[in-house]
């Protein structure tokens, strides 16, 4: 088992020292001890700081990675909690390919302001949703 102290998980997963005791702090990964003053890290832990990372990346909390990364030990991940992020993600692309299109839309409008611009206020009123 290759051992690894916080410095060295920092340098290889490209995190602070403080993000990592912030993940231990919060039960997301798990020093194996210590050497001197400096905690000590099983190689395991890089794959765990990937499967944060990509939480992090489709926009989950800590405490969802925490529960996904508990079932992970079952077997492997909830699939229906994948397919339900997945969803969600999905949700928020096109929402946000609505909202892409709209500031293209309000950029090319030729009225005198921004707030002149029919297009510009229709993307504002969008945003502001029902009332």
């Known amino acids: 088992m290759q051992e690894m102290d916080i410095a060295e998980v920092a340098r290889r997963s490209g995190l602070a020292a403080s993000a990592l ?4 702090s919060v ?3 798990r020093a194996i001890g210590r050497r001197g003053l400096r905690r000590v ?3 395991g832990v890089l794959e765990q700081l990937a499967l944060i990372a990509l939480g992090r990346a489709a926009g ?4 969802d990675i925490g529960a996904l990364l508990g079932t992970a030990g079952a077997g492997g991940f909830d699939r229906a909690q994948l397919s339900a992020r997945a969803d969600a993600l999905d949700r928020s ?3 946000m390919i609505r909202v892409r299109d709209g500031l293209r839309r ?3 409008c030729r ?3 921004h707030l002149a611009c029919p297009r ?3 993307l504002m009123r969008r945003a502001a949703g029902p009332r």
């Open 120 to 122: 510009f206020r229709a």
């Open 60 to 63: 989950m909390t800590l405490q």
């Open 93 to 95: 692309i096109q929402t």
């Open 106 to 108: 309000a950029a090319a």
């Open 21 to 24: 005791r912030h993940y231990e």
């Open 111 to 113: 009225a005198s302001s």
């Open 41 to 43: 890290f099983d190689a």
């Open 27 to 29: 039960g997301l990964i």
